[in-house]
Antibody, heavy 121, light 113 residues
Framework: EVQLLESGGGLVQPGGSLRLSCAASGFTFRSYAMNWVRQAPGKGLEWVSGICANDGNTYYAGSVKGRFTISRDDSKNILYLQMNTLRAEDTAVYYC??????????????WGQGTLVTVSS | DIVMTQSPDLLAVSLGERATINCKSSQSVLYSSNNKNYLGWYQQKPGQPPKLLIYWASTRESGVPDRFSGSGSGTDFTLTISSLQAEDVAVYYCQQYYSTPFTFGPGTKVDIK
């Protein structure tokens, strides 16, 4: 059974940094692309970032490009999201999500339960 | 960026009746080399993460009831629930994964009439 367990969320001041982690199990982690998707309170889904398997190519939403960095450690089966220069509008539940294939260009077939990031002074 | 729109915003349907949700992309998400539409549908119930229902616009994910079906091509897509059940009350999102950023539609809330 696929399991994705996010951690690292919490309260941070504007301009601060946070690193999210996602521990993956139940599948061959290195063989699949992974995404981060967020959802602001009471709002819809927003794709944040993706990292492909094999070539490790990374992609970002315009709203986070230059501030967030996605990475993966295939030896530990962990996905990361380093978030810098955080803004109030980054407040959201952040979901770790497994892509259906190794390519980034596919849908998400498994989601974690999410971790809440609150940016406030 | 590809902009995804959905209609309606809110859909109230009687139990056992058909529910139809529309999704439109600002440009085609059909990849001509493999004839696949890079579009998925997700269901999200309150307090839960989303769940994949449909991928490649019309392929049902394993374990998804066959009352859920997807159709369409290019820029216009439809998710149909053939006979609405109480457990189908949720928000439904479409997403394109044709080009980054992989944008979602704003969601359609389905409720019981």
């Amino acid at each position: 059974e696929v399991q994705l367990l996010e951690s690292g969320g919490g309260l941070v001041q504007p301009g601060g940094s946070l690193r999210l982690s996602c521990a993956a199990s139940g599948f061959t982690f290195r063989s699949y692309a992974m995404n981060w998707v967020r959802q602001a309170p009471g709002k819809g889904l927003e794709w944040v970032s993706g990292i492909c398997a094999n070539d490790g190519n990374t992609y970002y939403a315009g709203s986070v490009k230059g501030r967030f960095t996605i990475s993966r450690d295939d030896s530990k089966n962990i996905l990361y999201l380093q978030m810098n220069t955080l803004r109030a509008e980054d407040t959201a539940v952040y979901y770790c999500a497994k892509v259906t294939f190794s390519t980034c260009y596919a849908g998400v077939d498994n989601w974690g339960q999410g971790t809440l990031v609150t940016v406030s002074s | 960026d590809i902009v995804m729109t959905q209609s309606p915003d809110l859909l109230a349907v009687s139990l056992g009746e058909r529910a139809t949700i529309n999704c439109k992309s600002s440009q085609s998400v059909l990849y001509s080399s493999n004839n696949k539409n890079y579009l998925g549908w997700y269901q999200q119930k309150p307090g839960q993460p989303p769940k994949l229902l449909i991928y490649w616009a019309s392929t049902r994910e394993s374990g998804v009831p066959d009352r859920f079906s997807g159709s369409g091509s290019g820029t216009d897509f439809t998710l149909t629930i053939s006979s609405l059940q109480a457990e189908d009350v949720a928000v439904y999102y479409c997403q394109q994964y044709y080009s980054t950023p992989f944008t979602f539609g704003p969601g359609t809330k389905v409720d019981i009439k």
